[in-house]
C-alpha cells in the first residue's frame, strides 16, 4: 500500500477540521480521487487507486474517520490532461462538501487538475 495514503486521510481530518459545511454525520466523508486507470499512466496511478479503496475499506471497518463512514469517489482520467481537467471539475461539483481531492502519480497530470482544484481565497487556509 502506498506509504502516503495514511497521511492524506490525516490531512482529509484537517480540512474537514477546517470546514463550515461538513456538519451531520448521517453524510459520509467524501474524499474525491482522480486516477489514471487506462492510458499511459494507469501502470502509476492503479496500484495507488487499489491503495485508497484498501484503506477507505479499513477506515470503514473500524468505525470512519470522526464518525462519519468515508466514501473514495474515483474518477479516471484516461491520461488526458484535458479530461482530467473535466473530470474534476464533475466531480467538485457533484460533491462540493468534498473533504479531500487526492490520486495522480504524474505531475504533468497534478498540474492540469490544480487549477480548478484549488480552494477558493478565505477558505480555512
Not at 495514503?5 to 466523508?29: E, R
Not at 496500484?47 to 462519519?68: D, H
Not at 481531492?101 to 487549477?115: E, F, H, R
Amino acid at each position: 500500500m502506498n506509504k502516503y495514503l495514511p497521511i492524506l486521510l490525516y490531512l482529509a481530518v484537517f480540512v474537514v477540521a477546517c470546514s463550515s459545511g461538513m456538519a451531520g454525520h448521517d453524510k459520509p466523508l467524501v474524499i474525491g480521487a482522480v486516477y489514471n486507470l487506462h492510458g499511459l499512466q494507469g501502470n502509476l496511478d492503479i496500484p495507488s487507486k487499489r491503495g485508497a479503496e484498501l484503506l477507505v475499506a479499513e477506515v470503514n471497518r473500524n468505525g470512519g474517520l470522526l464518525g462519519q463512514s468515508v466514501k473514495l469517489a474515483i474518477v479516471d482520467g484516461v491520461s488526458n490532461p484535458k479530461v482530467i481537467v473535466h473530470k474534476t471539475e464533475a466531480l467538485l461539483k457533484r460533491y462540493p462538501d468534498m473533504a479531500a481531492l487526492m490520486g495522480l502519480s504524474d505531475t504533468d497530470m497534478v498540474l492540469a487538475a490544480a487549477p480548478v482544484a484549488v480552494l477558493p481565497a478565505g477558505d480555512c487556509f
